[in-house]
């Protein structure tokens, strides 16, 4: 048979006994999603094309999660084509503000995606789905029309590297440091036109939460796709969410991969990306000391219960530096609400800190925190490219949420045992 | 066939700085052309003239799935990219919306900054007429030059109905 994860969920929507790398197919959907940056584009792809019907209601999400709430007239623009396209084609899976969270936090929490699904999102950080043990994909606006016309897609099967995990994590060390330090390995185009396939005993010491974090950021590494086989957390993860059949897919033995990356969680430490590429890792230890001007703690990489709980409990009964800005962003409604019951928000007011209804906003420079020449943030998101949060001088250094709001503290980079 | 003058860029050019999110806010073309590759070359936009050819190293448009990004290269004037490698998203949505791309390691090294370039889409051949040199594109396959002669991707889905 020799087919890894992704090949088994691709052949099985294609119809096919047998796929290898290379093959090109065409698959069914079980998601199509957009949000308020991609979704106008594929509005007017899909009506300049004729066509008047989507293939299936249910199986459409459109989130109006980057610039909303909306940060000025032309966004607001862009979300009314998205909000009006939704409502004439009752799109049942719609979101606009006060429900909305950040697509990628909310499509799992809200059981859209699930086990053995084939999602395309018009959203880069869609193979985030892929924690699930789905083959999730981002994709652009013309892609995102066609799938909504048609309910199929056409993808090319990937090769594969097999990123094998074993031992336990340290502390302050959590899955967006795996993720970092797998980047830091292969570089930011390792994984160009393949999927990883994560897999080894390392698997069961993460929590869905890491799973999440290191999926998400599979596109930093080129890939198409990120994957996790299903075990006992997924399934307990997805048991009141997921409305679908769970459909678990596991690669066979003799499964083909083009190279294995071994990775020791026992000896990953605090990692962070430093401008302008997320390959361009250090260990804490190398860069502390480095004087940061703002914080942003949230995103669908690093903007999900366990996320903001690891920040609450470092900032928790602490002050924020006097010369920095630190900005909390709950993913979704569920997470802000679960952080209020817990008295986490209460704990980042009084750290002084501000917090904000789910937005992407800050994190692609958007607004909520953009920033102006030479100032550097350190971020829980997922890219530190030119100009990816403000001006081009700025400067983004990627980070897990504990050391984030460990820098906020002391106003330099650092760990909580600094403190 | 296409000709025109050669902009180089080099490795891991991502979406961020060929399209910056602060115009995402905007999807008419000629708006987001103005703003093409400010946050690398500020001065691109106004310089370029139609029919001019970026040439660029490995992982060209990696980054965000956001399909202004080859929206706003092809508005400026540019007739075509030819890169080391592309990410996979902008890849896509290039073949997508009809804009030719070409991979082709070879011509990405060797051609300089300023040259005077043509290339045949047909043939996948690109020569650089201030050398003489020329160099062979890495051809699409049949299925993807299917999608490209129905007109793009939305006309390929139409035709399957």
Redesign the interface.
């Known amino acids: 048979m020799k087919m890894t994860m992704t090949q088994k969920i691709l052949a099985s929507h294609a119809g096919l006994e047998q796929v290898k790398p290379g093959d090109l197919i065409e698959a069914k959907l079980d998601l199509v999603l957009g949000n308020d940056v991609t979704t106008p584009v594929a509005v007017d792809e899909f009506r300049k094309a004729g066509f008047t019907k989507v293939f299936d209601k249910d199986k459409i999400a459109i989130v109006l999660d980057h610039y909303t709430p909306c940060k000025d007239i032309k966004s607001a623009q862009l979300c009314k084509k998205a909000r009006e396209f939704a409502i004439e084609h009752k799109i049942t899976n719609f979101f606009d503000v006060g429900k909305v969270g950040i697509e990628h936090a909310l499509l799992p929490e809200q059981g859209l995606v699930g086990p053995g699904d084939a999602i395309i999102g018009a959203d880069s950080h869609t193979c985030t789905y892929g924690a699930l043990g789905a083959f999730a994909t981002g994709i652009g606006s013309t892609d995102m029309a066609a799938g909504m016309a048609g309910g199929f897609s056409w993808f090319k099967v990937p090769a594969a590297i097999k990123v094998n995990l074993t031992g336990k994590f340290q502390p302050y060390v959590s899955g967006k440091d795996v993720i970092l330090h797998l980047i830091g390995l292969i570089g930011v185009d390792g994984a160009l036109y393949k999927s990883l396939e994560f897999t080894g005993e390392g698997v069961a010491e993460l929590s869905m939460d890491d799973r999440f974090t290191i999926a998400n950021m599979a596109i930093e590494a080129g890939a198409k796709n990120g994957i996790f086989p299903v075990d006992e957390k997924t399934l307990e993860y997805v048991k009141d969410r997921f409305k679908r059949e769970v459909k678990i897919f596991e690669a066979d033995e003799d499964a083909e991969y083009e190279s294995v990356v071994e990775i020791n969680l026992s000896e990953l430490k605090p990692t962070v990306s430093l401008p302008h590429l997320p390959s361009n890792t250090k260990t804490v230890d190398e860069v502390k000391g480095m004087h940061i001007d703002q914080v942003v703690i949230g995103s669908c990489t690093n903007g999900r219960i366990s996320d903001i709980r690891d920040a609450a409990s470092v900032l928790k009964g602490r002050k924020v530096a006097d010369h920095v800005r630190c900005i909390i962003i709950p993913a979704t409604q569920e997470i802000y609400k679960q952080a209020l019951q817990e008295g986490l928000l209460e704990a980042f007011i009084d750290a002084g800190c501000s917090v904000s209804t789910p937005t992407c906003g800050p994190c692609l420079g958007g607004h909520m925190g953009v920033m102006c020449e030479n100032e550097r943030a350190i971020a829980t998101t997922n890219r530190n490219f030119v100009g990816r949060m403000g001006h081009t001088s700025s400067e983004v250094v990627l980070a897990n949420p504990e050391i984030a709001a460990a820098s906020a503290v002391k106003g330099e980079i650092c760990t909580p045992a600094d403190l | 066939m296409v000709t025109g003058k050669v902009y180089k860029f080099q490795d891991?050019v991502?979406t961020?700085?060929i399209i910056?999110?602060?115009y995402?806010?905007?999807?008419d073309p000629a708006e987001l052309a103005k703003h093409c590759m400010e946050?690398?070359d500020d001065s691109f936009a106004s310089k370029v003239q139609p029919g001019d050819i970026m040439v660029a190293g490995?992982?060209f448009g990696?980054?965000?799935?956001?399909?202004?990004a080859p929206?706003s290269i092809r508005a400026c004037g540019v007739s075509c990219v030819i890169a080391e490698?592309f990410?996979?998203?902008f890849y896509?949505?290039s073949l997508?919306?009809g804009f030719p791309i070409l991979e082709c390691p070879e011509a990405a090294k060797n051609i300089n900054e300023g040259d005077q370039v043509s290339v045949d889409f047909k043939k996948g051949l690109i020569i650089d007429e201030t050398t003489g040199q020329t160099f062979q594109a890495v051809p699409f396959?049949a299925?993807?030059e299917n999608?490209i002669n129905c007109g793009?991707?939305?006309?390929?889905?139409?035709s399957?109905?």
């Not at chain 2, 793009?152 to 139409?158: A, D, P, S, T, V």
């Open positions: 891991n991502d961020d700085v910056p999110a602060r995402l806010n905007n999807t946050d690398i490995a992982n990696c980054g965000s799935s956001r399909e202004h929206i490698s990410a996979r998203i896509r949505n997508n919306i396959p299925f993807i999608i793009g991707l939305m006309e390929y889905i139409k399957k109905q």
